[in-house]
């Protein structure tokens, strides 16, 4: 009986039921938007660092990280590198030696991190050779060819075939300085390792720096699969003895700061979003309520208690809801799946955010658990939102509200 | 003799006590015996209404008990009081009586559907009730395409369809035409003789008093008179 009753009375006023259905629809639309472009920024943003940067797991010596000097070396790196070839879940793995220096141009000078790469295996890895724009990816086979970010050759004014000298020391801290001649110019799309980071060939540097042939200071390990992550880390352990094996996360704290304050940003506007629900929803029952006052004391007086009259309003808030929710969702699963193919372009913003390594291209994401948090969360919200109304209704006095005009 | 089934003792009934008090009732005594037509007369202002809500429960007075059918329900709960007049008083309002979203059948089972009772048995009962007040063909309309003297007669059947102790009407046929009102004065008549059910209603309508067998005037919340009739 209440059921139907409820059915019906939010059909007496179509215009308001269908504003309420679609302030939920829209309510949960935004919800899922916003959390499937936050998303779609996080997941971004991760993959730029682990597929174009650190790789899932690197090897290195304990120290190195804290000083980043080529003298904490990661010792037998060609059996290891070998036996992580040899893992089925393994991608790809490359060596790297790398040391802090300086590199100098004929107008100044600044700091950077001084990597030397095997092109061919770097291609598999971070596919470097995708994000050179100008000149080659060491294809001319020189051993003296250095590439740099652009930002950098802005800052140095260097151009191609320019040429710098980069000064670090070897592992034994003595100073040596090479003179080097720009071959490429990358552009990664994060502007602070544009600025910073300079590759050079392995093999050269290496020698240059005093290790021998089966020594590096980093091994860079790049999955198949993100979900093996744990037991490859733990296989590298075994093999690494005495070498600290560290994962994406743990070697990126700060991409993990940003997406907890994304996160944090992301429930802000979800709530912000719920909240200007709530006082929609509110203020649609109460009207629905004070209108029907002289209805509602009849209803007392005929017999119907104040624990239906209260389910009464409850269903009706939760008809509107049901019928919201799902046209919510549908709209905001299209939404996302329409610009999760095509992706955003917020380019308008993208200096500020390639700064922190976001590409300007964002492709909204979003699993279906999430989904269906947001859709309990706008449904729960509508319920307790109706809780206020419905309470007025039990304070009707059935006297005075017939009496009511 | 017949059963007490309405009995106000010493009712008085005062608004605003805080405020610029208004004596609503003053001092009334009322007893009603089972199967009783009775009008409630005076002027506006007088307590009809007043008297009428506390006799059904909906109002509590300021002084004094009323007691129906042996109970005194001044001392009742909020949810007894609405048990109570959901098994045992059917309400006939001035206006605004029906439920505007069911049609004319399920108003008059609604309170049926309150009582839990079986569908086949609450079908067989609006029937009845609709064939008694003649709107057998307007069964599935709702009272937005109903006359006010059609509704009215729908709201006089729901208030019946419990087959209740007492039926209370406030000013039932205010808002109808002489024709309309007489024919519910008739339905509400027919319906005292053959189901013996009380029926206490107020108005000030000089056709519709002539109905009554018992008539009870009020004067500024007071009983000026009470004195039997012999309807016409």
Redesign the interface.
């Given at each position: 009986?209440l059921v139907q009753?409820a059915w019906?009375?939010i059909?007496?006023n179509k215009t308001r039921s269908l504003i309420v259905i679609s302030s939920i629809a829209i309510g949960l639309w935004a919800g899922i938007f916003i959390l499937a472009f936050a998303w779609g920024m996080y997941k971004n943003n991760i993959d730029e660092t682990v597929f174009k940067q650190l790789s899932h797991l690197q090897i290195h010596h304990p120290l190195f990280s804290q000083e980043n000097d080529a003298k904490f070396i990661v010792p037998q790196s060609n059996e290891i590198v070998e036996k992580l070839k040899s893992q089925a879940q393994v991608s790809a793995v490359s060596s790297r030696v790398i040391t802090s220096g300086m590199i100098s141009s004929t107008t100044t000078a600044r700091g950077v991190k001084i990597i030397g790469i095997d092109p061919a295996s770097e291609k598999k890895q971070v596919k470097l050779h995708e994000i050179v724009w100008q000149g080659d990816y060491f294809e001319t086979g020189k051993e003296n060819e250095i590439l740099i970010g652009e930002k950098l050759a802005k800052k140095l004014k260097l151009k191609l075939k320019s040429k710098v000298v980069l000064t670090f020391t070897d592992v034994n801290s003595e100073i040596i300085s090479g003179a080097y001649r720009v071959g490429g110019i990358y552009r990664s799309g994060n502007l602070s390792l544009d600025e910073v980071n300079v590759y050079v060939l392995r093999p050269p540097f290496r020698e240059i720096l005093g290790l021998s042939k089966n020594e590096t200071n980093e091994i860079a390990i790049l999955l198949k699969n993100e979900s093996v992550l744990t037991q490859v880390k733990e296989f590298a352990k075994s093999i690494a003895h005495g070498l600290k094996v560290e994962d994406w996360k743990e070697m990126a704290p700060e991409l993990r700061l940003v997406i907890e304050s994304f996160n944090l940003y992301t429930y802000i506007i979800t709530g912000i979003i719920l909240l200007a629900l709530t006082f929609g929803i509110v203020n649609t029952m109460l009207m629905s309520v004070l209108e029907r006052v002289?209805?509602l004391g009849?209803?007392?007086?005929?017999?119907?208690?104040?624990l239906k009259i209260f389910l009464m309003i409850m269903l009706e808030t939760l008809y509107l809801s049901l019928i919201g929710c799902p046209i919510g969702l549908l709209i905001g699963w299209l939404t996302v799946k329409l610009l999760g193919n095509y992706g955003i372009n917020i380019s308008m913003f993208s200096e500020g955010l390639t700064t922190y390594g976001f590409s300007p291209m964002i492709y909204p994401a979003l699993d279906g658990r999430n989904y269906v948090i947001v859709a309990v969360m706008c449904l729960i919200t509508a319920l307790l939102s109706a809780i206020y109304p419905s309470y007025k209704a039990l304070q009707l006095?059935?006297?005075e509200a017939?009496?009511k005009i | 003799m017949a059963k007490t089934i309405i009995d106000a003792h010493n009712i008085s009934k005062i608004y605003n006590k805080k405020m610029v008090p208004v004596k609503a009732l003053q001092d009334v005594h009322v007893h009603i015996e089972a199967g009783e037509f009775v009008a409630l007369v005076g002027p506006s202002g007088s307590g009809k209404?007043t008297l009428l809500?506390m006799m059904?429960g909906?109002?509590k007075p300021t002084l004094g008990t009323v007691i129906i059918d042996n109970i005194e329900i001044t001392k009742l709960s909020?949810?007894k009081l609405?048990?109570l007049?959901?098994?045992n008083i059917?309400?006939v309002?001035q206006s605004?009586?029906l439920?505007?979203?069911?049609t004319s059948k399920e108003n008059i089972g609604?309170?049926l559907?309150?009582?839990n009772v079986p569908k086949k048995k609450r079908r067989q009962r609006v029937m009845e009730l609709l064939k008694e007040i003649g709107l057998e063909d307007k069964m599935d309309n709702k009272p937005g395409e109903l006359s006010g003297g059609q509704q009215q007669r729908v709201a006089v059947a729901?208030?019946l369809a419990s087959k209740p102790k007492i039926v209370l009407a406030d000013e039932p046929t205010a808002n109808l035409d002489s024709i309309s009102a007489n024919k519910l004065m008739e339905t509400m008549a027919k319906l005292n003789r053959e189901e013996n059910i009380t029926f206490l209603f107020s108005t000030h309508d000089p056709r519709v008093i002539k109905k009554a067998r018992r008539v009870i005037t009020l004067v500024d919340g007071r009983v000026d008179s009470d004195e039997e009739q012999i309807p016409t």
């Open positions: 009986m009753l019906r009375n059909w007496r002289r209805e009849m209803l007392m007086a005929i017999g119907l208690n104040k006095n059935p006297s017939i009496r | 209404s809500n059904g909906l109002d909020e949810n609405i048990d007049r959901l098994h059917g309400f309002f605004f009586n439920i505007p979203v069911l609604f309170v559907q309150l009582q729901r208030a």
